[in-house]
């Protein structure tokens, strides 16, 4: 109202100087004719919207000239006024835009016309007569220009570079040509009045022209709008806020009033409805509804659909008065689970324009990168979950139930109390032996039914790994977990149908509660592991007594040998072969580390690494792994065979200073050069800040060797985090493979993961292959190589060496390489 009030203000003087200074005698039909003209040029526009102003441009600049020439200043200021009245009240602009807008053209006439009373405008034959008018009418257009940029600038705020573009542009290519454009039409009718029937039909096609230019203007407007919302969208987090950073873009975009994006459960997650709006609502009536009618429309028709009050039939009219909007645009969602999700866009924000085919073939465009931004989002997600629940039972992981621990007694760190009760399976090995990891595996979800369904309510239920779960006990003493242990043992103690066998369900179980043995996730679940060792001895149930920490000796006791053991052989390795998902070349192996001791027979990798860690040994353990696998990569090379082989690198080892000077020494003394080593890394190692900002990856990525992230997904990393480190592949983690001949989920992880992963220059290497079907997926989305028990189970060296010679071809040194290639014969 303002912007208004002070165009009135600006107008009047002028308008009452131009009728005074200027001549009111007219000829009748001239002055028919310059009205005929306005009405003429104002019936073609180009519409400009910014937020909520929408202002229109036509080519007045013709009108205006023949009026001044034809009629005088002030008739032309006149019929300019009446005119544009006419047409904002006929396309009903709001009092204050439709005031402003009329004052605008009367100071437009008034400047053109101050601008003539200085300049030469004698006779219409006169080349300085027609200069005087391209200036009159270009200082008139700028002063119109400036007059719409000041007036979104005091309501909305500076618009920023696309503003000036959008006003601009037609003040200096329309404006010039329809000066002339007039100024030749006169100079026609001046020879001969005849002349209309020559100058009717080119200004027909002008006009048509003109119209053109204005869908042109607006398809490259919206051209420009869609990439500008791709490059956004490219760039949202992938998470919550994310969502609402796509409805942001597609309500500016689009200029909407209001956007609601709804998206179904998705995993652990609840349906998600988004909304923005320009009055702050975060919530309203409809796009939450599966029956809505427009959620109905969009389903049928496939596509996203248009609906405007004044064509709605009865049931999309009440939908529309329930939503309080006038017009909607309506869009199905694609998500990663299938189920579709719903976009909608309410109510133009401009007063003038509406929503339009136009708008309909924007967002069109737009949901091809809504739907990619969803589908990587809910990829993120399904690893996020993935890393935190068990693959097979769909329970808590190891690494979520620590985080609920500490998250419990962080809340209140003097008087929370808290149970743990760690269950381990008793005929997990000997199903796993006689019946295979099939029957097994249903044991384990058999076990997992039975824990659920006894467990307290209150109760968090845990896969820990192998035939080990956990049950965690929220605000239950030692004695009362102890209780609530041997009830669950009690009841899970049944027989259960397995595999065509009846087999009963053993649990041996081990307790520890908070805070008598521990405030800490780390210390209550090693002491539950304490008990639970010692269960089997006391009736199927302990609880943890520090008397038991003494057959923690052992450990202590393995540490003191690991030298010796690396000395004497015990500490050996076993070879894994990688092919080639394509050509089935053998590209590599991965060198797996064990320990044979003699007193406790074979010893987990898992149990020596994590104590060669804990101990400060672990550096000399992958140089002795380094060694063996190196002296193996030169028996080859010395047989004129390209093997490269892999070894896995330890977090601790990353901060060791004299690592890379270490791996170098190794390459040297076995005289194999780097590009026949892969290191492999765990996400964890090369995603915390200690070894980000260093240079250690960068330095041993100089000395030749790749580097590969080992179990991706299956940690907190993200592919975009891997663009700033030096890796050159990614291992899918096994649990992504092992279901994918039999789960759509897992196929659609692994190809995002190996889409994505291309996408940044990276090779991918899946593990866990261990069928032909899961063989076959995996080459059709480009794997580029496979290792797993299809091709073999680790092997030792003799063995590996055996099975080369059975298995697998030489094939020539390809063309510029040194050395001949294994493939795996079919």
């Avoid at 300085?128 to 940029?149: K, M, P």
């Avoid at 808290?418 to 249903?442: C, F, I, P, R």
């Avoid at 003494?550 to 052989?569: N, Y």
């Avoid at 990614?730 to 196929?747: A, N, P, R, Y």
């Amino acid at each position: 109202m303002t912007v208004a009030v002070l165009g009135v203000v600006l107008a009047v003087p002028v308008m009452v100087a131009v009728l005074a200074t200027q001549s009111l005698t007219v000829s009748i039909p001239a002055l028919i004719a310059a009205f005929l003209a306005f009405a003429a040029v104002e019936s073609i526009h180009l519409h400009f919207e910014f937020r909520r102003q929408a202002f229109s441009f036509s080519a007045s600049e013709l009108a205006i000239v023949v009026a001044l020439v034809q009629v005088g200043g002030a008739w032309t200021a006149i019929a300019q006024a009446v005119v544009v009245a006419a047409v904002v009240v006929w396309q009903r602009f709001p009092r204050p835009q439709a005031v402003a807008t009329v004052a605008v053209s009367v100071l437009e006439v008034g400047a053109a016309v101050a601008v003539l009373s200085v300049l030469p405008s004698g006779e219409l034959t006169s080349p300085a007569t027609w200069i005087s008018y391209l200036v009159a009418i270009l200082v008139a257009d700028l002063l119109g220009a400036l007059l719409f940029a000041g007036a979104i600038t005091a309501t909305q705020g500076y618009p920023g570079r696309s503003l000036w573009t959008s006003l601009f542009v037609p003040v200096f290519l329309v404006g010039p040509v329809a000066v002339v454009v007039g100024l030749a039409a006169l100079l026609l009718i001046h020879v001969t009045g005849w002349a209309w029937l020559l100058l009717t039909p080119l200004l027909g096609a002008l006009a048509l022209l003109y119209r053109h230019f204005g869908a042109v203007t607006r398809r490259g407007h919206s051209v420009q709008r869609v990439y500008d919302f791709a490059r956004r969208v490219a760039q949202v987090t992938p998470d919550e806020a994310g969502t609402r950073q796509i409805v942001d873009a597609v309500q500016e975009l689009l200029n909407a009033e209001r956007v609601a994006m709804w998206l179904p459960p998705y995993l652990d997650e609840p349906p998600q409805l988004v909304v923005t709006a320009a009055d702050g609502a975060v919530w309203y009536d409809g796009p939450g509804d599966p029956d809505d009618v427009f959620r109905r429309a969009v389903a049928e028709a496939d596509g996203p659909v248009l609906v405007s009050m004044a064509h709605a039939d009865e049931e999309q009219a009440a939908a529309l008065a329930r939503r309080g909007v006038t017009e909607l645009l309506a869009a199905p969602l694609a998500t990663a689970g299938g189920e579709p999700g719903y976009l909608e866009v309410c109510d133009r924000s401009s007063v003038v324009v509406s929503f339009a085919d136009s708008d309909l073939a924007a967002l069109t465009s737009m949901l091809t990168h809504v739907n990619a931004a969803i589908r990587h989002q809910q990829l993120l997600t399904q690893i996020r979950y993935d890393a935190d629940h068990d693959r097979l039972t769909g329970l808590p992981n190891r690494q979520r139930l620590a985080a609920e621990i500490d998250a419990l007694l962080e809340a209140d760190p003097d008087g929370a109390r808290a149970g743990l009760v760690l269950a381990a399976l008793g005929n997990y090995t000997e199903v796993t032996d006689t019946l295979g990891h099939a029957a097994s595996d249903e044991l384990l979800l058999v076990t997992a039914g039975l824990l659920r369904e006894h467990a307290p309510p209150q109760a968090l239920l845990a896969r820990m790994e192998s035939e080990r779960f956990a049950v965690l006990l929220p605000g239950l003493s030692l004695a009362a977990t102890e209780r609530a242990a041997r009830r669950l043992r009690e009841a899970a103690a049944t027989r259960v149908r397995v595999a065509g066998l009846d087999l009963e369900v053993t649990l041996t179980i081990g307790v520890a509660a908070a805070p008598v043995h521990g405030t800490d996730s780390g210390t209550l679940m090693q002491r539950a592991d304490v008990a639970l060792l010692a269960a089997s001895d006391s009736g199927g149930v302990a609880s943890y007594h520090p008397v038991l920490d003494q057959q923690s000796l052992r450990r202590l006791q393995l540490g003191t040998e690991i030298e010796q053991a690396m000395a004497d052989g015990q500490i050996s390795v076993v070879f894994q072969p990688i092919i080639d998902a394509q050509t089935s070349d053998i590209v590599s192996v991965e060198t797996l580390v064990r320990w044979a001791h003699p007193r406790y027979g074979s010893i987990p990798p898992d149990d020596f690494i994590h104590l060669a860690e804990q101990i400060g040994r672990i550096g000399a353990v992958t140089d002795h792994v380094l060694d063996l696998a190196l002296a193996r990569c030169r028996r080859w090379l010395d047989q004129d065979i390209a093997l490269s082989v892999a070894v896995n690198l330890s977090a601790h080892c990353l901060t060791e200073p004299d690592l890379v000077a270490r791996v170098r020494g190794a390459l040297q003394r076995h005289g194999v050069p780097g590009e026949l080593l892969t290191l492999e890394l765990t996400e964890g190692s090369v995603v915390g800040d200690s070894v980000r900002d260093s240079t250690v990856l960068a330095d041993l990525h100089d000395l030749g060797l790749r580097l590969s992230m080992d179990d991706f997904g299956t940690g907190y990393s993200s592919l975009s985090q891997l663009r700033q480190l030096p890796i050159d592949e990614v291992k899918i983690d096994k649990s992504f493979v092992l279901g994918m001949s039999t789960s759509q989920g897992e196929s659609f992880i692994a190809r995002s993961i190996i889409e994505l992963a291309h996408n940044l220059g990276l090779r991918v290497v899946a593990e866990g292959v261990e069928d032909e079907v899961t063989r076959n997926l995996l080459a059709e989305m480009g794997c580029d190589k496979l290792q797993g028990f299809l091709v073999s189970r680790p092997l030792p060296d003799d063995r590996l060496e055996s099975w080369l010679l059975a298995r697998t071809g030489v094939r020539t040194a390809a063309h510029g390489a040194a050395h001949r290639r294994l493939f795996v014969r079919g």
